[in-house]
């Protein structure tokens, strides 16, 4: 059975289109925000995804700068874009996997689209982009670590936080430097994953790791930080002696999580 993903923040929009996907055999998943859809996008893996362009909290747009930025088979995933407005189809054209689909359109339209969709591009299969772990233990019988991830780009910390939940560890997240200090301070986490950033008001690894080293309750934490292989030298400038994970796309980085002592 094809998943597929309904962003759409038109209620009455997503709910018809849900519920003829279902009649016709489809498992079908819904979010009504841009930063929702990156989380089910995620979780689920669908294998077609059907997207408007003006939604809240992030544009259909951003999504798929996300989404393609990702690598690791997640900018392989085709899209058909919903939009009312016609001026929106050159922006999306640059895509070669992503199909346009005026609003309003029939049924029989849609489903024509999504037919001629899964047809014609294949989607990526995701089995080996998280290897998942492969003893069968009862919860009780683990131990689980804590690992604070801190990050703000939602596709990756959510791939991350699924990786680590395979791994049996309890995972607390934030995109938040104050917040994430006092999740150290509150869980004394076995370890501590960094999104690497300098930006001073959004998120800076370099300050958070000089306020966990200034508290006794934190310092001896062990920090790790995470960064594309572009941003490895400043990372490595910037933060002497911490350990940086680098990453060419989401499969890369799930190669170098492996590497963490778990």
């Not at 874009?81 to 189809?89: F, I, L, P």
């Not at 899964?118 to 989607?123: D, E, I, M, N, R």
Request: aromatic share 8%; proline share 5%; glycine share 4%.
């Amino acid at each position: 059975m094809k998943k597929i993903l309904v962003v759409d923040d038109e209620l009455d929009i997503a709910e018809a289109v849900e519920d003829l996907l279902l009649q016709h055999d489809y498992e079908v998943i819904t979010a009504n925000d841009g930063v929702d859809a990156i989380r089910q996008t995620a979780i689920h893996k669908p294998d077609l995804i059907l997207l408007d362009v003006l939604l809240p909290k992030m544009t259909g747009y951003e999504f798929l700068k996300q989404l393609q930025e990702a690598g690791g088979g997640f900018e392989r995933i085709p899209v058909i874009v919903m939009s009312k407005r016609e001026s929106m189809r050159p922006f999306f054209d640059s895509w070669r996997i992503i199909e346009f689909l005026p609003k309003p359109f029939n049924h029989q339209d849609l489903l024509n689209k999504i037919n001629e969709t899964l047809g014609s591009v294949a989607a990526m299969t995701f089995d080996d982009v998280i290897p998942m772990a492969t003893e069968t233990l009862h919860p009780s019988d683990v131990k689980q670590k804590k690992i604070v991830v801190i990050g703000i780009q939602e596709f990756l910390t959510e791939r991350i936080k699924l990786f680590l939940g395979s791994r049996h560890c309890s995972v607390y997240q934030t995109g938040d430097m104050k917040e994430a200090v006092k999740l150290a301070n509150k869980h004394q986490p076995n370890l501590i994953l960094c999104e690497f950033g300098n930006e001073t008001e959004t998120l800076n690894a370099a300050v958070i790791y000089r306020n966990l080293q200034e508290n006794p309750m934190t310092r001896e934490i062990r920090f790790f930080v995470y960064c594309p292989h572009a941003s490895a030298a400043d990372a490595n400038e910037t933060l002497q002696g911490v350990s940086i994970l680098t990453y060419q796309d989401v499969h890369d980085l799930t190669e170098q999580l492996n590497t963490l002592p778990l």
